[in-house]
């Protein structure tokens, strides 16, 4: 489904990803862990083309992004992303946050759209805030909203950027809840984040990552049992510690 | 002490005043206004453009149109644009009249202040907001219309109606193509009837009162459009 191949990147002479290759397959949950810097946002946003790259391929589902004829839009279209700051338009109710795509890129209905879009907030426990605004709702809330934003485009797989980052500690598990129903549904997920928990629940792999390079990528079972690369046993000691 | 001044002036020219000065000065705002803010919401754009010739096309523009003093534009204009307009097409010189003149100088020059407010604008909303446009699937038109210019316009809209004050001040510069805009007819009046002290008074007390309720509601519009985050 996605396949990152020999990826670099460079910003000036800083090189933030060097020669990453990894694959994704259709129903495959991965989880990318690793400390700051490493690399592993800008990792997820190539994915999307959100961030360009001067080296290597990205294919999603076939279509590959580097290529100047792909068409961006059309493409990012059918992958969800979820951001660590949730980005839901604040000038615009939930309702329209969750339309907006759908009519305009899909060119689906209004009506269409919104009972899409009200299924989609039902199944998130949100339907009785429809009407609010953004700034209306608490980070879990919001970031709720945001999952739900990227489902109503019927994504072919989905991006999760540090999507728990951002919440307080009250509010990480409403979120984690609704990506771990997700990941059991079968839906093909790249997810950056230090849950580990979530890791160990519904990961099939683990990718680590240090200084823009993939140090491990294994199973979720192998991973925590084994990590073989020295840097991945520290960082695992230093945030399993609590 | 004001035994000397006749301000019945003011009472007897009062609808040759409003009804041939102020109507001219208030479409000439409106009609600057929002061609100055279109254009100048296109420039901003430009500016931050990633493709270094439109940016540097739009930077030039606003810099020259802000490095000029208006008086010189306005001038200039009223006497080039009927000569340009004829070289253009061929034949004579073309004749737009003071208020068309006045129009396009107006949003010509106040598009180069619109910009750079706007420019803010835009630049004040994170980018994360594009991207999650982007991510979408949406084109760089649409997030734009859709997501980034509704924010920003938001954002911007008291310092934006400031810069309409200004520019309905502005406008009395008009006088030097003889243009018969309020602060022009009440000119006429003054020299008519030789009474300069009283229309000036009245002029001046006019645009203080207009001016003054304008920033009024424009301190009073800020805190209620202001986006809940």
């Known amino acids: 489904m996605i396949s990152i191949r020999s990826i670099s990147k460079w910003y000036g002479s800083f090189q933030v990803l060097a020669d990453c290759s990894t694959e994704v397959a259709k129903g495959e949950v991965v989880v990318v862990c690793g400390p700051s810097g490493s690399g592993k946002s800008t990792l997820i946003k190539c994915v999307n083309g959100l961030e360009p790259f001067q080296k290597g391929e990205i294919l999603v589902d076939g279509v590959s992004l580097g290529d100047p004829k792909t068409n961006l839009p059309k493409l990012r279209s059918r992958v969800g992303m979820v951001f660590q700051h949730f980005e839901l338009f604040p000038h615009m109710t939930v309702m329209q946050n969750l339309t907006l795509g759908q009519t305009k890129v899909l060119g689906r209905s209004d009506a269409e759209a919104r009972a899409k879009g009200l299924k989609l907030l039902e199944r998130v426990g949100l339907a009785a805030h429809q009407d609010k605004y953004p700034g209306q709702l608490s980070g879990g809330q919001q970031q709720r909203v945001a999952i739900a934003r990227a489902l109503s485009m019927d994504p072919i797989a989905m991006l999760f950027d540090e999507p728990t980052s951002a919440l307080d500690p009250e509010m990480i598990n409403e979120v984690l809840d609704v990506m771990v129903e997700l990941a059991r549904e079968g839906m093909t997920m790249m997810v950056v984040t230090h849950e580990m928990g979530f890791a160990r629940k519904v990961a099939h792999r683990v990718i680590f990552m240090d200084q823009g390079r993939i140090v491990e990528d294994a199973g979720t079972d192998a991973f925590f049992g084994t990590p073989r690369s020295e840097r991945a046993q520290l960082f695992l000691s230093k945030i399993l510690h609590h | ?229």
């Open chain 2, 1 to 229: 002490m004001f035994a000397g001044f006749d301000f019945d002036v003011i009472a007897r020219s009062l609808p040759y005043l409003f009804r041939e000065g102020m109507t001219f000065t208030l479409t000439l705002t409106a009609l600057a206004m929002l061609g100055g803010i279109v254009f100048g919401t296109l420039l901003a754009m430009m500016r931050l453009s990633s493709f270094a010739p439109l940016a540097a096309a739009a930077g030039t523009y606003v810099n020259l149109m802000r490095s000029v003093p208006l008086v010189l534009v306005i001038f200039w204009f009223f006497f080039l644009v009927p000569w340009i307009g004829g070289w253009l097409t061929g034949g004579g010189t073309i004749q737009v009249g003071a208020f068309w003149s006045a129009v396009i100088t107006f949003t010509m020059f106040e598009a180069a202040y619109y910009c750079e407010i706007m420019r803010a604008g835009i630049q004040s909303i994170a980018r994360g907001q594009v991207a999650a446009g982007y991510a979408l699937g949406l084109d760089y038109w649409q997030t734009m219309a859709r997501i980034v210019l509704p924010q920003a316009f938001r954002n911007m809209l008291p310092v934006l109606l400031t810069q309409t004050i200004i520019l309905f001040q502005d406008t009395s510069l008009v006088y030097v193509i003889s243009a018969t805009d309020f602060l022009g007819a009440a000119v006429k009046v003054a020299n008519r009837d030789y009474r300069l002290v009283e229309m000036y008074l009245f002029v001046a007390v006019v645009y203080f009162v207009i001016s003054f309720a304008g920033s009024q509601y424009v301190r009073r519009l800020q805190a209620r459009v202001a986006v809940l985050r």
